[in-house]
């Protein structure tokens, strides 16, 4: 199993950048999908992005398509989320996602086993 702990949130203003980071302990961290979700105040858990075990493949929400880049190290067991052109709509906890295979419902939370404590992204306008 691995265990998510995010890092690299904060305040910054709209246009600006931020890159967030996911450590996931474990020796197998190579052999699970990783994947980052948000949830705004009041609204539901959302999808990100994921990425591969190998890193080969991408998939991006529509809403941050061209603006984040999803990115893993299996080297050092970690994973990114560099997010670029940020908007307030993009204020959110961020959190990070494990899974070893979460088929077709990759989009979705429910589909991931291990989860990170979140980190708060806060863009000002």
């Known amino acids: 199993q691995v265990q998510p702990v995010e890092s690299g949130g904060g305040l910054v203003q709209a246009g600006g950048s931020l890159r967030l980071s996911c450590a996931a302990s474990g020796r197998t961290f190579s052999n699970y999908f990783m994947a980052w979700f948000r949830q705004a105040p009041g609204k539901e858990r959302e999808f990100v992005a994921t990425?591969?075990?190998?890193?080969?493949?991408?998939s991006y929400a529509d809403s941050v398509k061209g603006r984040f880049t999803i990115s893993r190290d299996n080297a050092n067991n970690t994973v990114y989320l560099q997010m670029n052109s940020l908007k307030p709509e993009d204020t959110a906890v961020y959190y990070c996602?494990?899974?070893?295979?979460?088929?077709?419902?990759?989009?979705?939370?429910?589909?991931?086993?291990?989860w990170g404590q979140g980190t708060q992204v806060t863009v000002s306008s």
């Open positions: 996602a494990a899974d070893r295979y979460p088929g077709s419902r990759y989009q979705t939370s429910a589909a991931y086993t291990y």
């Open positions: 990425i591969t075990m190998s890193g080969s493949i991408t």
